[in-house]
């Protein structure tokens, strides 16, 4: 019993570094677009916080890619103070640092002290280990990509008092349901003359009168996809402890049904209500839309992609089942399907090739246990050979590249006169 936090920890990290291109243009959307909507002071507390833009933060990120890629003479290798040193981010680089580093003492003292506490998380949070000398590497791949489309947020968040705290993480619940959103607009756009084969943020009610409102949802003929997106973060003592109970009551803290009131249902209790109600014709829709409907898919798009190991999805189909309450004849609720921000970013283009109620009724089909996750189980079938990149978000990270080269290799006009360039 003593090893499964470290099983669990282990099975988590066997999963593949998420693809940096397309981190990157989910990080530059999220802070720079979507999340100052929700939440306008970001900019500046992120300032406040880092001495750093936002753009001057994912910028440093970006350029440090490169010692992932292990193709340098160096290998992945590189001088923490001469990076960038003969460039306008010269006096920018030892912030992120700062804030990204570790030294090799630190990470002795952390590993060997609180790891039974705190697992990696200061690996998590710290995925650049730097020397004395200034030989520096990135410990972590996974971890330090992951810092692209999560980092400034922690930063903001820490230190703020819980209430602060919580306003700020609900903000960018709210910017990742509509980025998730707009993802979908994009897989399926508005016709001139068609029905919308999407609606968002639908408002409706059960027999009780209890409320609800989804996301998103997905129309085709008798059949529809519920989407609910979010965005919490399991904590890593839940991730690594070794009592299988306090990880299982984490996991249904953040994306299952409130246990004692105090706080809104979440995730996989929200899909449960939504869907009950439509499947017992309890609520049709505004215009009668989702009446007649034979087969519902549950879809919980999860932006902490830790949630695509192996049996979680099985943990959170039960909890779904539990609260989803009789199905009358003649209709089905498939098996939750968690559906990783990456998953979805994967299948914007993909859905050209073939139907996303295809997919996850094959899905279905194969493992209705949910022990495998969605991504493994595209990555080892027929549909792996038709997932395209998603151009959307790599036009944007090729769009943060040129902004790079531009802020790195800007020559003023007094440096240009004086050398006759």
Not at 93 to 105: N, V
Not at 129 to 139: E, F, Q, T, Y
Not at 285 to 298: D, Q, T
Request: proline share 4%; hydrophobic share 45%.
């Amino acid at each position: 019993m003593n090893a499964l936090g470290a099983l669990r920890k282990g099975v988590e990290e066997a999963n593949l570094a998420p693809h940096i291109g397309i981190a990157m243009g989910r990080g530059l959307k999220l802070f720079t677009e979507y999340l100052p909507h929700h939440y306008p002071a970001f900019a500046e507390q992120f300032r406040a916080a880092t001495d750093l833009t936002v753009e001057q933060y994912l910028g440093c990120a970006t350029a440090l890619c490169m010692f992932i890629q292990q193709r340098g003479p160096d290998g992945p290798l590189f001088v923490a103070h001469t990076v960038a040193a003969s460039t306008t981010y010269k006096d920018i680089f030892p912030k992120f640092f700062s804030l990204e580093s570790q030294t090799p003492e630190q990470l002795r003292i952390s590993f060997w002290r609180d790891f039974d506490k705190a697992g990696y998380k200061v690996l998590r949070e710290r995925p650049i280990m730097v020397a004395a000398d200034g030989r520096g590497m990135i410990l972590d791949p996974t971890f330090f990509i992951e810092r692209i489309s999560t980092g400034a947020l922690f930063h903001v968040a820490k230190g703020k008092g819980r209430g602060d705290s919580m306003r700020i993480f609900s903000a960018f619940g709210d910017a990742f349901e509509d980025y998730v959103a707009e993802t979908l607009g994009r897989m399926y756009p508005r016709r001139p003359g068609l029905i919308d084969r999407v609606m968002f943020q639908v408002v409706g009610s059960d027999a009780h009168g209890k409320g609800f409102e989804i996301d998103a949802v997905l129309l085709d003929i008798e059949q529809a996809v519920v989407f609910e997106a979010k965005a919490v973060f399991l904590r890593e003592e839940a991730v690594t402890s070794a009592n299988l109970v306090d990880f299982v009551a984490a996991l249904n803290a953040s994306y299952g049904a409130s246990v004692d009131g105090t706080e809104r249902d979440k995730g996989v209790a929200q899909l449960a209500w939504s869907i009950g109600a439509i499947v017992r014709d309890e609520w049709v829709g505004e215009h009668g839309e989702l009446a007649g409907l034979s087969n519902v898919y549950p879809v919980l798009v999860a932006h902490d992609t830790r949630l695509d190991s192996p049996a979680l999805g099985q943990f959170l189909e039960r909890e779904f089942r539990t609260l989803l309450g009789p199905v009358p004849d003649g209709k089905r609720v498939a098996p939750l399907t968690v559906m990783t921000v990456q998953d979805l970013e994967n299948l914007e283009q993909s859905i050209m090739d073939f139907r996303l109620v295809d997919l996850l009724s094959d899905y279905s089909r194969a493992f209705p246990d949910r022990l495998r996750s969605l991504h493994n189980y595209i990555a080892f079938s027929d549909y792996a050979s038709k997932i395209r990149l998603n151009d959307f978000l790599l036009d944007a990270s090729i769009a943060m590249y040129d902004v790079l080269l531009r802020d790195l290799f800007t020559v003023s006009s007094h440096e240009d006169k004086g050398t006759g360039q």
